[in-house]
């Protein structure tokens, strides 16, 4: 694992702070300047986004919509929002209206440089046949089986068509009637000519156009040929007057015969493509054919599953948008592949989170606690801090009454060593409010525990004893009459391996216990009005968010994060043991 240039990235001991401005500029950000020194493109700085509309947005993305509209705004450049959308048969509209939606949700904002590939579809035609005036491209009859085995490998050159050599009229006239819809699909393609014996195989002869008829979401049945996504996206770039053509490393062998096409037809614009590394992260798969799959065959509820690393996902999860940045901005760039370990993304989002949530009592596994020497009907309202982050959030009235609930695993009825919190005889904290102790246990006939006996001392109110003892817990609580019922559900990692990508079977590694739902939570109420989104820190539990799924009279919580990262202890337990 190489760890990311901020902070060390596979270890629990992540930077506490972010030390971000100081730092030199990334090898993207310091060409970008060099360039403005140099006056080349007069000074201008242009970037474009280009998703392919297939799916959804994943924090893969997320990087490359950070780089982007961020090395824009750095220079008061321009960042276009452009659909990669040359393949009709994968894409939909709903997945571009998602990926806009995803974006703003981001915090990023294209005004009004949306831009679709498509609407060049004109364009590109000509310049296709500006090509093959030029001599340099021609229709071909092989089969893409044919075409595949004449391409070589990397040790062998591959060979020729026997339709290479076509005259410039024949291949006018041809695919002119390609365009007219004379052939039937995938009888002939378009093809560069380029170098079949090249050493780099993407310049044997690439295949620009290929013949399919489906239905495109912004251009109907107007087209039957439709054009690759090298040939696109080169010219689309220099369409738009972009300046710097960022894209991940898999396309540095594609850089080529980018530019190969824009010196070919001698565009006015031709702006350079840089590689970077694509961010993998550890336990997640980011592809989107891999979500996809989770989401067709119903591992996951959806594209939105909080398990699932897309912005949807997250989104629902309770990670906003400023931590993602943060994390994206952390990583840096790099210009080999890496794998960033996704504590360094939890990190992030608990930093966040522990900044902007107001912190709220809930009990997961209520255990109903009886005060004995607590008056009956009696009610009286502590005082809690909303966040001691936040001294501008202040305070809020909770409930203390003589029935309470506790947190199951806060009580052990014959303590290990190590245990502080409740037991028989033992006197504990109970947040904001009063020392209590616990006096009998209530067991049922199976001889489970049901109830907890307690007395509390009313001259510890607030939480501190004016005798000065000290007590070794303070547990959280909610007033049993009070409270509001919840649905919550805590995920864990959707993958138990880390580097679940590199499987032949990625399923294989899918975490059968990344879901828990608990039907049983107790939530104070001063969460009863609450909207999709709102976050909390639930005390002592973790960062919890308000599902979509809720509805007036029944809430649903996702828990975002625990308030510490569990993985990283069991890590140091199982290194500790060898
Ligand atoms: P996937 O591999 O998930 O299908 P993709 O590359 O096919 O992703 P596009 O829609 O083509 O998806 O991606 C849009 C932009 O986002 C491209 O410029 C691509 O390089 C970038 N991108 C995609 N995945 C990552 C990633 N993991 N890290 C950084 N950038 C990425
Ligand atoms: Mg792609």
Redesign the pocket.
């Known amino acids: 694992m190489t760890p990311p240039a901020k902070g060390p990235a596979g270890t629990s001991d992540l930077p506490e702070e972010d030390t971000g401005s100081a730092s030199p500029l990334d090898f993207i950000r310091a060409i970008v300047a060099a360039d403005l020194a140099a006056k080349k493109y007069k000074g201008r700085v242009a970037t474009r ?4 509309p297939n ?1 959804y947005l ?1 924090i ?2 997320a ?2 919509i950070c780089l982007n509209f961020g090395v824009a705004a750095e220079h008061g450049g321009t960042c276009n929002m452009r659909f ?1 959308d040359t393949n009709p048969a994968a894409e939909d509209i709903e997945y571009v209206d998602a990926i806009q939606a995803d974006i703003r949700w981001l915090g990023f904002d294209w005004g009004d440089r949306l831009r679709y590939a498509s609407d060049y579809f004109e364009r590109l035609y000509g310049y296709a046949m500006r090509l093959i005036e030029r001599g340099t491209a021609y229709v071909d009859d092989l089969t893409a089986e044919q075409i595949r085995a004449y391409r070589g490998t990397l040790t062998t050159p591959g060979r020729e068509s026997p339709h290479r050599d076509r005259s410039v009229e024949e291949n006018l006239d041809l695919f002119t009637r390609m365009r007219a819809g004379e052939f039937p699909d995938e009888s002939k393609v378009l093809r560069a000519k380029i170098d079949m014996a090249s050493g780099n195989i993407n310049m044997r002869d690439p295949v620009l156009y290929r013949i399919r008829r489906a239905t495109h979401h912004r251009t109907g049945d107007r087209w039957c040929i439709y054009p690759m996504y090298d040939f696109t996206h080169a010219l689309s770039d220099s369409i738009e007057d972009i300046t710097h053509s960022l ?2 490393l898999e396309f540095e062998d594609h850089r080529p015969l980018y530019d190969w096409v824009l010196d070919e037809l001698a565009v006015a614009c031709h702006p350079q493509q840089i590689e970077f590394a ?3 992260l550890s336990y997640t798969v ?4 891999k979500l996809l799959t989770l989401v067709k065959e119903g591992y996951v509820s959806g594209w939105d599953d909080p398990r699932m690393p897309t912005l949807v996902g997250m989104r629902r999860r309770g990670y906003p948008p400023e931590a993602i940045r943060t994390f994206c901005d952390r990583i840096g760039m790099a210009k080999r592949e890496n794998v960033v370990d996704v504590a360094v993304l939890e990190h992030a989002v608990r930093e966040e989170l522990n900044r902007t949530s107001p912190r709220v009592m809930a009990v997961l596994r209520p255990l109903k606690v009886v005060i004995q020497n607590y008056p009956e009907g009696q009610v009286e309202e502590v005082d809690a801090i909303n966040n001691p982050e936040d001294p501008a959030a202040g305070t809020r009235k909770v409930p203390f009454s003589r029935v309470l609930y506790l947190e199951r695993d806060d009580f052990c009825e014959d303590p290990p060593k190590k245990f502080f919190r409740l037991a028989p005889g033992r006197e504990v904290r109970l947040r904001c409010a009063y020392f209590i102790t616990c006096v009998d246990v209530v067991k049922n006939d199976q001889g489970e525990i049901v109830e907890l006996k307690c007395t509390y001392d009313p001259a510890t109110r607030g939480g501190s004893a004016p005798d000065g003892r000290k007590v070794k817990a303070t547990l959280h609580w909610v007033s049993a009459s009070h409270a509001l019922v919840a649905r919550v559900r805590l995920y864990d990692r959707l993958f138990l391996d880390e580097h679940p990508g590199e499987r032949r079977d990625s399923l294989e590694a899918l975490n059968p216990d990344s879901l828990e739902v608990i039907d049983t939570c107790r939530v104070e109420p001063s969460v009863a009005s609450v909207a999709t989104g709102d976050r909390y820190q639930f005390e002592r539990l973790g960062y919890f968010c308000v599902d979509p799924d809720s509805t007036d009279d029944s809430l649903v919580f996702n828990r975002t994060v625990s308030l510490r990262d569990v993985w990283a202890r069991i890590a140091r337990t199982m290194k500790a043991r060898g």
């Open positions: 986004f280009p998703p392919e799916g994943h893969g993305h990087k490359s990669d894209c991940t694509r961010l993998n980011l592809s989107k054919r």
